[in-house]
């Protein structure tokens, strides 16, 4: 038998291990490698009178911003956002439901598409003394910050509006959550406690690719910050040997004056490959231009993120990319394509 001593000693050892879990520095990485920290310094970058505006009055509004910079998210580079007046960020479109709230490990997300969401809750700008989403680009060329704040923004059952950003970071594809002002005056809104804040690629449930710091539960503090940090890239592998590359016939769009087509890779070596895979189009015919690359690699040509779920390509098994391309000359579309395994 234990006695009073022992039985204090335990309670207090107990409370300090709950002290410690409440504040974890760094969680355990996500299936693709992301891994959060809320150990982090806070440096509120209030861009309210320097940056654009953007929703100001909306309500369950979303606007596409260009980004200054490419910023890789989950293997592929982007050169746009939306942003919605819901407390969320997607990329490769906008959602068109994103009024409610998501479980990042188990539900579909709104449109299947890559999002970050900082405080993702039902948010509006169309109440009195609401302000707007405000963005600015603020650095030099290699360290660039891309600033999205909510500046202003009440729930629909809250009567003190909330202050809180995102900040995309060039070079280190790093994303930042800061926290400004997260209390509303309704309990069911304060520090989180009725919204979802992580982030997460397309498909995020069925292949974990997907970071849920919290959901519906009042754990974001005023003047908080938290990183999510990508895995370490890793060198892109040429694996062209252990592919076979098909490509449709180039259909012409006379209204918008482009081709379209596809190009198809399939795994012909005989074992999976890893993913992402990524398909570079060398020698393209002079005077050709790709108008949907997922970025340009220099002194080879345009690139393509080869879509798919999971972990690898399986033996056997296609994956087929769609392709754009302008050709003013009407000239033979000639290339030769790449596959790498990995992303640039």
Do not use: E, K
């Given at each position: 038998m234990r006695t009073t001593k022992q039985i204090t000693y335990?309670?207090?050892?107990?409370?300090?291990?709950?002290?410690?879990?409440?504040?974890?520095?760094?969680?355990?990485?996500?299936?693709?490698?992301?891994?959060?920290?809320?150990?982090?310094?806070?440096?509120?970058l209030d861009v309210s009178t320097t940056g654009t505006a953007v929703l100001a009055n909306a309500d369950d509004a979303t606007k596409t911003l260009s980004l200054p910079f490419g910023f890789r998210f989950y293997g592929t580079t982007y050169n746009s956002?939306?942003?919605?007046?819901?407390?969320?960020?997607?990329?490769?479109g906008c959602p068109t439901d994103d009024m409610t709230t998501r479980d990042l490990t188990a539900q579909p997300l709104p449109g299947n598409l890559p999002l970050i969401a900082p405080f993702w809750m039902d948010l509006t700008f169309a109440v009195p003394?609401?302000?707007?989403?405000?963005?600015?680009?603020?650095?030099?060329?290699?360290?660039?910050?891309?600033?999205?704040?909510?500046?202003?923004?009440?729930?629909?059952?809250?009567?003190d509006a909330l202050n809180f950003e995102v900040v995309l970071r060039e070079g280190t594809n790093t994303v930042l959550f800061q926290y400004n002002k997260v209390d509303s005056g309704n309990v069911n809104v304060n520090q989180g406690a009725g919204a979802t804040v992580g982030i997460a690629a397309a498909n995020a449930a069925s292949t974990g690719y997907r970071y849920q710091w919290s959901r519906n539960v009042a754990v974001i503090t005023d003047n908080e910050a938290i990183l999510f940090t990508p895995p370490q890239a890793v060198a892109p592998v040429d694996v062209s040997s252990s592919v076979t590359?098909?490509?449709?016939?180039?259909?012409?769009?006379?209204?918008?004056?482009?081709?379209?087509?596809?190009?198809?890779i399939t795994n012909s070596g005989g074992q999976p490959l890893s993913l992402p895979l990524t398909?570079?189009?060398?020698?393209?015919?002079?005077g050709v231009t790709a108008l949907n690359p997922t970025g340009t690699l220099t002194g080879q040509g345009p690139y393509y993120a080869v879509p798919g779920t999971g972990t690898t390509l399986a033996a056997g098994k296609s994956v087929a990319v769609p392709v754009q391309f302008s050709d003013p000359s009407n000239a033979k579309i000639g290339f030769v394509a790449k596959t790498y395994s990995g992303s640039f």
């Open positions: 335990t309670v207090r050892l107990l409370a300090t291990v709950a002290l410690c879990m409440g504040n974890i520095p760094i969680r355990a990485a996500d299936a693709f490698g992301y891994t959060a920290s809320n150990s982090v310094t806070f440096s509120y956002l939306c942003v919605s007046s819901n407390g969320l960020i997607t990329f490769g003394g609401s302000g707007a989403v405000y963005y600015q680009a603020l650095g030099t060329t290699g360290t660039r910050q891309f600033v999205v704040q909510w500046n202003n923004v009440h729930a629909l059952n809250g009567a590359v098909t490509t449709s016939a180039f259909v012409y769009n006379r209204l918008t004056q482009t081709y379209s087509g596809t190009i198809t398909i570079v189009l060398t020698n393209l015919t002079a």
